[in-house]
């Protein structure tokens, strides 16, 4: 483990030894992984959409973070169109530090206007906040700021989003961790979790007498305390049933991101990275891998889907 990681874990746990976190995990296409920050897009666009990510951030570093995300929704079609439920994975790693959350998601949504939806949606899941000690060699073996064997704590979580989509536009406004669950691991360490709140919104442009469409984007991610935003576009060039997309982000004084990808056979495939523009140097930035995959599951009345999805905006 590096010494600066050493420095920053001892800096969090001394004293106290209460950690308060602060923010979510930030991935670059967060357009892809939408009902990952809102509840109420699940099942929405009336299709089985399963979703998987796996990030790297600071990759240079040793013990870097990493992330896993495995995600699926659908239509509740035996009870209404208008329900939907989906189901949320997540394992976050950062040195001695581990998140796992396990959640599921429930959505109602109506139509609003010719062709809007609106949806609203709720989320509940156990979170559980490891420390693990490791192979971490210290000078003094008994230092208080580091335990000696692994500690764990579990904790109820809850979620609550509103979301609005067009066939050509979408919004929509989420929270998360709305209990500020605190999580303690043994009688000595506890972890904080602070509310964290976003906005987005995106929309669909296609380019008249061209096969081009560009998807510009944005989000908002604030715990009230500290903010962050994002902007972005894509631009997608579809051809005889070939669909590839490209396209940059940038939060200021955080960061500018690449992304590029595809469409194989009902199947997302995208890379992006996303360069840090302050502090720890260009090269050493976070890689992000995302799949996707969408189905139509409206199999009783072919041709009648609620609207077009709007999904890949």
């Known amino acids: 483990m590096s010494k ?68 699926g929704d659908l239509p509740i079609y035996f009870l209404s169109p208008r329900h939907g439920a989906g189901v949320s994975l997540f394992s976050d790693d950062i040195g001695i530090f581990k998140t796992q959350k396990v959640s599921i ?31 971490i060699k210290l ?73 081009l469409s560009l998807q510009p984007s944005f989000m908002v991610q604030t715990d009230l305390q500290s903010w962050r935003e994002d902007i972005q576009c894509k631009a997608t060039y ?7 997309y490209a396209g940059v982000g940038y939060s200021p004084n955080t960061s500018v991101t690449a992304l590029i990808g595809g469409y194989f056979h009902g199947i997302q495939l995208g890379y992006s990275y996303q360069m840090y523009t302050s502090g720890v140097g260009y090269t050493n930035g976070a890689h992000e891998i995302v799949l996707n995959y969408q189905t139509d599951l409206d199999l009783f009345k072919k ?5 077009k999805s709007v999904r890949f905006l």
């Open 4 to 71: 600066k990681y050493i420095i920053l874990t001892a800096m969090l746990l001394m004293a106290t030894q209460v950690v308060r976190a602060q923010w979510d995990v930030q991935f670059s296409d967060f357009t892809t992984l939408k009902s990952f920050y809102n509840p109420a897009v699940s099942g929405t666009d009336g299709m089985l959409n399963i979703s998987a990510a796996y990030s790297l951030q600071f990759s240079e570093y040793d013990d870097c973070p990493s992330t896993m995300y495995f995600g």
């Open 105 to 135: 998601q429930y959505a109602y949504n109506m139509k609003l206007g010719k062709k809007g939806r609106l949806a609203i949606g709720i989320q509940g899941g156990m979170m559980n906040e490891k420390i693990d000690p490791g192979d």
């Open 139 to 211: 000078e003094d073996s008994n230092d208080p700021a580091f335990p000696t064997s692994t500690v764990d704590g579990k904790s109820f979580d809850m979620g609550a989003g509103l979301y609005f989509y067009h066939p050509k536009y979408w919004v929509g406004v989420s929270g998360q961790h709305l209990l500020e669950p605190s999580i303690e691991m043994g009688q000595t360490y506890q972890i904080d979790i602070s509310r964290v709140f976003y906005f987005m919104g995106g929309g669909n442009i296609k380019i008249k007498n061209s096969l």
């Open 238 to 244: 579809e051809f005889e049933g070939r669909k590839f």
């Open 303 to 307: 041709g009648r889907n609620m609207h």
